[in-house]
């Protein structure tokens, strides 16, 4: 098996400069600057609304970028249009998961962690096998290897897909409000893999509503608010001491709920 080579700690594995995304009229991202180095782990906080998912399914190019710059491992990914195995290719550095879990149904937990290293990375039937394994043991559904997803709970699902997205072997991962869709009792059981992937030196972009998580596991905050990045910094700065008034804001509104 051929894997990404992995950049030294401090090197850039994603950076953007002025990234722009409409659709139509409508602006939702308005010139986002900002990098993330090996081993980051980034919490991206803010309003519904203000542009969140949008950038991270631009990082990975779900999103077409209207304008500005866009490296993924110092490879230049900014063109609107790039060739199926160049996204393939992207894709397989920088792996998502997303909030709905997105597994194929009338496939077995085992053969859905297998599809894509088979498919996309040609690794070879016998390797797949032993990965999907691997990473199922890592979230600790190895007992779950022949269940269909139907037979899961969101939390499970919500672990498999994690391991679904460590077999393509990723220089990063992007997390989109990865727990939200889960009752509040499954949630722990993700944000605990997550904890554990952070220990481990991922790099990791997640957005997210839980406050507890971006305070105690990232290293970065970033807050979003109506397309731009307005505030970020390190989440002791960022939780205890705002600097704008929209950030103080939408703090405020979360300890009162």
């Known amino acids: 098996m051929t894997t990404a080579t992995l ?9 953007c400069e002025n990234l722009y995304k409409s ?18 782990v980034v919490s991206i906080i803010g309003p519904s609304g203000c542009g969140k998912s949008t950038f991270l399914r631009c990082l990975n190019r779900l999103e077409a970028i209207n304008q500005g710059h866009l490296e993924v491992m110092g490879q230049d990914v900014s063109a609107p249009k790039l060739p ?25 937990v085992l053969e859905n962690l297998m599809l894509a290293p088979r498919r996309v990375l040609k690794f070879p039937a ?13 979230v600790g559904l ?14 499970q699902k919500q672990r498999v897909a994690i391991a ?12 989109d409000e990865p727990t939200s ?19 481990e030196g991922m790099t990791m972009v997640v957005v997210t509503h839980e406050m507890q998580f971006a305070r ?12 731009i990045i307005e505030e970020e910094g390190i989440p002791g700065n960022v939780f205890t001491n705002p600097r704008s008034d929209r950030l103080r804001s939408f703090l405020s509104r979360l300890s009162q709920n």
């Open 23 to 40: 659709y139509g009229p409508i602006e939702v991202l308005k010139g986002v600057t900002t990098a993330f180095t090996k081993g980051d």
């Open 142 to 155: 190895t007992d779950r290897a022949d269940a269909y997803p139907e037979q899961l709970s969101g939390g």
């Open 216 to 227: 105690e596991v990232s290293n970065r905050v970033l807050f979003f608010n109506d397309g």
């Open 84 to 108: 199926r195995q160049s996204l393939y290719h992207l894709r397989s550095q920088v792996s998502m998961v997303f909030q709905h879990f997105n597994l194929f149904p009338h496939l077995t």
């Open 164 to 175: 679904r997205s460590l077999c393509m072997k990723p220089v990063a991962i992007l997390f």
């Open 7 to 15: 950049p030294a700690i401090g090197t850039p594995v994603i950076a």
């Open 126 to 138: 016998g390797d797949c096998n032993d990965l999907a394994k691997h990473y199922l043991d890592k």
């Open 181 to 199: 869709a889960l009752d509040p009792e499954l949630v722990g059981e993700v944000l605990g893999v997550m904890r554990q992937l952070a220990e």
